[in-house]
């Protein structure tokens, strides 16, 4: 994760191995809660999260309904 400021300069960076077999969709899943957790955990407090999945996207958006296997992630 990496988090930047208005003029794009980098401001934090993290990285962090998951211990659990995940799914590509659940890895991005558990990676945005990590993100938001470390957006919080530095005092972070008008942001904007990237995406690359428009899945993960729509779900997190509230457009459509989480597939099971991302719903506990996303429901926390």
Known sequence: MVARDHE??????MSK???VPLSPLE?????????II???DI???EVIFECDSE????????KTTPSATT??????
Request: aromatic share 8%; hydrophobic share 60%; net charge positive.
């Open 55 to 62: 899945l993960l996207f729509q779900a997190l958006t509230g």
């Open 8 to 13: 794009g300069q980098v401001i934090a960076a």
């Open 27 to 35: 890895a991005k899943a558990k990676a945005m809660e990590e993100g």
């Open 17 to 19: 191995k998951l211990w």
């Open 43 to 45: 005092g972070l407090q």
């Open 71 to 76: 719903s506990n992630v996303i429901a926390a």
């Open 38 to 40: 470390f957006a919080c």
